[in-house]
């Protein structure tokens, strides 16, 4: 059996779709006998499914994962374990010892309770249309595309004409299943009926991007309250665990006092957003 967990510096990385390493495990009769570290290519989530599978991976351990990347590795046969977090290699013996208890798709924008934990985990992966994981409960996409493996390339601005992401720039189109919710809704539907070769203007609002604000999603705590806290700073991403054991990526939005205040809205949230999408490939499958 081999086992990939998505890692960065010896922990559980806590944003499946952002990865840039998983730490591979082959396992026999119940033991680690051999371990070693894989690049995951600048895959997205759909490509990272297919490169795992790839590489015979039979079980995924990760943090925070969306409803569409999860629908991705139940296509490709791996089992996932979601929810994880802190060092890897021990998450994998908690795995073996069937103490693992997999969260399921997890990445949400709703309240949470008191009580969390606290993990530091850097996000440099870009956020731009790719961070779609948690828009998969939007309209139903409709297309000729929907359903297929789509590769496009895109370039994002504000509607000030402030540029937030571009694949052109990276060099690499981005690939995804149309229709699955890696996407968000906007995104999706424009490539539902696109033709390879076309290149499209679109201009979305929030209900068609990143949502609204919502209110409910800023928790302000004692500081002594998380473990861990103290540590933090205004604007950094870390990762809170919810009662039932999900991991919440957040932001730190405040320390005043003796308190803390998280955001779990996604940074772009209540803002228009606006893409130049051109269809570079359909591999229908």
Do not use: W
């Not at 086992?3 to 559980?12: D, F, L, M, R, S």
């Not at 840039?20 to 895959?43: L, M, R």
């Not at 008191?114 to 409709?142: A, K, L, N, V, Y």
């Not at 504000?158 to 990276?170: A, C």
Request: charge should be negative; include cysteine.
């Amino acid at each position: 059996m081999r086992i990939a967990v998505t890692y960065e510096n010896g922990q559980v990385f806590q944003h499946f779709g952002h990865t840039e390493t998983f730490k591979v495990y082959e396992v026999e009769d119940g033991k680690v006998i051999s371990a070693e570290i894989i690049g995951s290519e600048g895959s997205g989530h759909g490509a990272l499914a297919k490169l795992l599978s790839g590489k015979g991976i039979d079980v995924l351990i990760c943090g925070g994962i969306g409803g569409g990347a999860q629908t991705a590795l139940q296509e490709q046969g791996i089992e996932l374990c979601a929810g994880a977090q802190g060092d890897a290699d021990e998450a994998v013996a908690a795995y073996l010892r069937g103490e693992l208890e997999n969260t399921g798709a997890n990445c949400d924008h709703h309240h949470h309770e008191d009580g969390h934990s606290c993990g530091d985990h850097e996000d440099e992966g870009s956020c731009g249309s790719g961070c779609g994981g948690c828009s998969g409960c939007g309209p139903q996409i409709t297309g000729v595309n929907v359903g297929k493996t789509c590769r496009t390339h895109y370039r994002g601005t504000f509607n000030d004409g402030t540029q937030f992401d571009s694949t052109y720039d990276r060099g690499e189109p981005l690939e995804f299943v149309c229709g699955a919710g890696m996407m968000i809704p906007g995104f999706d539907q424009a490539v539902a009926n696109m033709m390879v070769g076309e290149t499209v203007n679109v201009h979305l609002m929030p209900s068609e991007a990143y949502g609204e604000a919502d209110p409910t999603a800023v928790l302000t705590v004692p500081i002594e309250a998380m473990p861990g806290a103290e540590r933090l700073s205004v604007g950094q991403r870390v990762s809170l665990q919810g009662p039932m054991g999900q991991i919440i990526p957040v932001r730190v939005t405040a320390m005043e006092g003796e308190t803390i205040t998280f955001d779990a809205n996604h940074e772009m949230a209540g803002k228009e957003l606006n893409f130049t999408i051109e269809l570079v490939e359909v591999i229908d499958e």
